[in-house]
């Protein structure tokens, strides 16, 4: 799976939004009704009476692909799946650790089937207001989940999506997958997503003069 941010830049001065996208989409063959999909994401932040966690956060993420699982993405980037009773554990933990509704994110927009390709095409946004920070173009292969066999078909395929956008296609996708064995996961996919939320959280505190902490 590759997934690619589209600046808010790239979108209004091309003319190409969301709707647009997947216009083009349909027209290149996906025969049935697109299904919604959505990623949101939540900042858990230690409490300062806490002296043990001191400065320490965490990335509580729900998709949609996976509604009965809750995955926690923490500072240090490691990743934990569990199922979705994990978020009544955390309403327990009130005293330690308290989400920010303010860096509150999500993508949401269209799921597509196109031969062994699904696509999702939506948008970012952030915060209580649901401000568009930017569009996000998600691209799986389903036949496989190993990354030498997905990783030329995902460039080409990549290649023609985009042709009609000025962003760069990653020289390399294998990034998030296993180093030793290869193997793809969907951990790896939420990890792609939190990136690109955190790049978006970055560049709204840089834009408002408050550095990375936002």
Not at 102 to 107: C, E, L, P, S
């Amino acid at each position: 799976t590759a997934t690619l941010p589209i600046a808010k830049a790239v979108v209004s001065t091309q003319s190409t939004g969301v709707e647009n996208l997947g216009a083009k989409l349909i027209h290149n063959h996906h025969k049935n009704e697109p299904e919604i999909w959505h990623i949101e994401c939540e900042t858990y932040t230690a409490m300062q009476n806490v002296s043990a966690l001191s400065g320490k956060s965490f990335q509580l993420i729900h998709s949609t692909e996976e509604a009965t699982l809750s995955f926690a993405f923490s500072d240090q980037g490691g990743i934990i799946v569990a199922e979705r009773s994990f978020d009544t554990i955390l309403t327990k933990l009130g005293d330690s650790y308290q989400p920010n509704k303010m860096t509150r994110i999500m993508a949401m927009g269209k799921k597509y089937e196109i031969a062994d390709f699904t696509v999702k095409v939506g948008s970012v946004q952030l915060g209580t207001s649901a401000s568009f920070r930017c569009m996000v173009l998600e691209i799986e292969y389903r036949p496989s989940c190993y990354f030498k066999d997905a990783a030329a078909l995902l460039h080409e395929f990549l290649s023609v999506v985009t042709a009609t956008l000025p962003i760069a296609i990653p020289e390399t996708l294998n990034h998030f997958a296993d180093s030793i064995t290869g193997l793809y996961q969907l951990s790896d996919t939420i990890k792609q997503y939190v990136k690109i939320f955190s790049d978006c959280r970055r560049a709204v505190a840089n834009s408002m003069g408050h550095g990375g902490n936002f």
